[in-house]
């Protein structure tokens, strides 16, 4: 049987070698786009957690500022 790259052969059959290494292309490309992601999803975590110590800090530094206006009344 002659080879083609086709996804059917020249009777109509599907060439099954075609379609899996088409799909194995897709695969590997949503895994590549999927590493990615997981960095980037990672670098907004960690952008996360310095910003909600960040917010503590501030609200810390006003609670207090509050704390001392109340006191020397």
Same mark, same amino acid.
């Given at each position: 049987?002659?080879?083609?790259?086709?996804?059917?052969?020249?009777?109509? @059959?599907? *060439? /099954? =070698?075609?379609?899996?290494?088409?799909?194995?292309?897709?695969?590997?490309?949503?895994? +590549?786009?999927?590493?990615?992601?997981?960095?980037?999803?990672?670098?907004?975590? @960690?952008? *996360? /957690? =310095?910003?909600?110590?960040?917010?503590?800090?501030?609200?810390?530094?006003?609670?207090? +500022?509050?704390?001392?206006?109340?006191?020397?009344?």
């Amino acid at each position: 049987m002659t080879k083609y790259d086709d996804a059917q052969t020249i009777t109509g @059959e599907v *060439n /099954i =070698n075609y379609v899996l290494t088409a799909y194995s292309k897709k695969l590997t490309s949503i895994m +590549g786009e999927n590493i990615l992601l997981q960095a980037k999803l990672s670098e907004v975590e @960690e952008q *996360n /957690i =310095n910003l909600t110590k960040e917010i503590t800090r501030l609200n810390t530094k006003v609670n207090n +500022g509050n704390s001392n206006k109340t006191k020397k009344k």
